[in-house]
């Protein structure tokens, strides 16, 4: 079986101790087998910081930017295999992987055009020139330069590939070197693009840690920043983290998030905003096995259309099938681990005790194309509160699985907002109307708890990738619960791993500091 090796100090090395087995979740057949420990990774830090710097710190942000051009074009020859492994490895169907790699790929390709327009400089201007003195001659000038540090990415298990691309296209554009460490369990995608994107880039740009982290952390030194998504619970340890507090290391957290999809009163189910409503909840259900950070969690519809949206879903999940998802005919694969699977039954049974069933009981499936007993399966679930706000284990626990609960409401805006707000801070929320005034109303009290919100419309339904998708020009991220991070966003995505400077004097000076690549 395949031993699957780091990259580290310019070499891949598989490490040693015992080993981590990586399996097929659907079948739970082996894949490859990560070691636990082993690395110099003290090595590791200090190549980065010496080699992997000095080389991003000679390229201008066009050459940066050609760099993750070349990234994206890696990918894309090896797009078929790529989508294989997310198969065999993430429980995808060819669907979910083709979203993992194919917006890898594509978010690398949109910052690789920012650093082409930003160009031959290594400088970014924050905001315009000021003037300090009392003539125009001395003004002040905010400018981004990169950090002097190293870049360490965690990434969670459900997107190996997206979460690994996200990440280092914004700091590679900023010119920090990178460590990056996928989730062991799903590695297979991430260790792959690496070893299709080492020799693509300067030496010590990129590192890659397959594993757990083991002492990652305890070389963090000032200047450093880390990049995380995962579960709170690991957010709260790195947030504590001895070294993380010592050295005001930069920390970017991408955690939990109850993301709720609300029905305006003015919508009736057979229109277009209706349809992209329904659509929506569904796909963000059943896509990647409900495993998206980003995903539709919890619904309110106006209480007189619910019987009608319960029996659209009813219907529309009832044709989904759920099995091996390396077969044409099933849409919906495994959740991604036996761990996972345990953690979603157990959601599932929390919800069961304060909701009714609408679907899919407590997630029992009958999957097919898979031999008894096997694979990490759960079956979509649709479940109904009866009051939206008051239903502890709709709001404060993420089942991070393919099931939503649906709850009434009287149709009120605020009341919306403050469903929204009910969760704790969200990275995306959605609300369908085509109502301006009620939009306003939800939108000035809705932001303040979302990273993102999605505003469904019959203007924009034929065109919409739906809530679920996080695309590289707009923030990714969320307050409260949801970590408090922000990441993508255009060139807001490379501030985290830059420094702001404020430069103070001849304003000439300071304006060609700008327009020169030195
Ligand atoms: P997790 O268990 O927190 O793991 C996330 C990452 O942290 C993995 O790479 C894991 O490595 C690593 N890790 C675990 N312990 C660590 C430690 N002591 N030091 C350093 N790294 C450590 O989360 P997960 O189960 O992979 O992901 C599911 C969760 O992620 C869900 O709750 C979901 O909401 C959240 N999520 C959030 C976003 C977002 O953008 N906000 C996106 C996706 C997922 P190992 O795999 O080796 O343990």
């Not at 708890?449 to 990714?476: E, V």
Request: one cysteine or more; hydrophobic letters at 40%; glycine letters at 12%.
């Amino acid at each position: 079986m395949q031993l699957l090796a780091s990259y580290l100090s310019g070499s891949w090395s598989p490490g040693s101790g015992p080993r981590t087995t990586l399996v097929n979740p659907a079948t739970e057949a082996p894949l490859a087998e990560v070691s636990n420990g082993g690395h110099d990774l003290q090595a590791a830090f200090t190549y980065a910081r010496t080699v992997g710097a000095k080389e991003l710190a000679t390229l201008t942000f066009a050459q940066r930017g050609a760099l993750l051009a070349a990234l994206a074009k890696a990918i894309h020859g090896a797009r078929e295999e790529l989508i294989s492994l997310a198969v065999a490895n993430g429980g995808n169907t060819r669907g979910d992987a083709k979203f993992d790699v194919d917006g890898g790929s594509a978010t690398l390709s949109y910052y690789a055009e920012l650093g082409a327009r930003l160009g031959a400089t290594r400088l970014l201007a924050d905001g315009e020139p000021i003037q300090v003195g009392r003539t125009a001659r001395m003004g002040g000038q905010h400018v981004w330069g990169p950090r002097r540090g190293v870049a360490v990415h965690i990434n969670a298990f459900n997107f190996p590939g997206w979460g690994l691309c996200e990440k280092l296209a914004c700091s590679l554009l900023a010119g920090m070197p990178t460590i990056t460490k996928p989730a062991t369990a799903t590695g297979l995608v991430a260790h792959r693009m690496v070893e299709l994107f080492a020799p693509l880039l300067p030496p010590g740009a990129l590192q890659l840690l397959v594993g757990p982290a083991g002492s990652l952390l305890d070389h963090l030194h000032r200047g450093d920043a880390v990049a995380f998504t995962g579960g709170s619970a690991t957010a709260a340890m790195l947030r504590s983290h001895a070294k993380i507090i010592e050295h005001a290391v930069r920390l970017n957290i991408e955690a939990d998030s109850l993301n709720a999809a609300i029905l305006g009163p003015d919508v009736e189910l057979t229109s277009e905003t209706g349809s992209l409503f329904l659509a929506d909840v569904v796909r963000d259900m059943t896509q990647k096995t409900g495993q998206k950070c980003t995903a539709i969690r919890r619904v309110l519809v106006p209480a007189e259309r619910e019987a009608d949206v319960l029996e659209a879903l009813r219907e529309r999940l009832g044709g989904i099938a759920v099995g091996d998802p390396s077969r044409e005919d099933v849409r919906m694969g495994p959740v991604a681990t036996a761990q996972q699977k345990k953690d979603v039954l157990a959601g599932i049974a929390r919800l069961a005790e304060a909701t009714e069933a609408v679907f899919g009981g407590t997630g029992e499936v009958k999957p097919v194309g898979v031999p008894d007993g096997k694979g990490f399966f759960v079956g979509p679930v649709v479940r109904k509160a009866k009051d939206a706000m008051a239903c502890a284990p709709l709001n404060d626990h993420e089942v991070f699985g393919p099931v939503t609960t649906v709850a009434p409401y009287s149709g009120e805006a605020s009341y919306a907002a403050d469903f929204v707000a009910r969760g704790d801070g969200c990275l995306v929320s959605s609300a369908y109307s085509d109502e301006r005034d009620w939009v306003a109303t939800f939108v000035g009290a809705a932001a303040p708890w979302a990273g993102r919100l999605y505003l469904g419309s019959s203007k924009m339904a034929a065109m919409s990738p739906g809530p679920g998708t996080a695309l590289p020009s707009l923030l990714h991220g969320g307050p409260g619960r949801a970590g408090g991070g922000e990441e993508l966003g255009g060139e807001r995505g490379m501030y985290f791993y830059m420094q702001r400077t404020a430069l103070e004097g001849d304003a000439s000076v300071l304006k060609s500091l700008l327009g020169s690549a030195s």
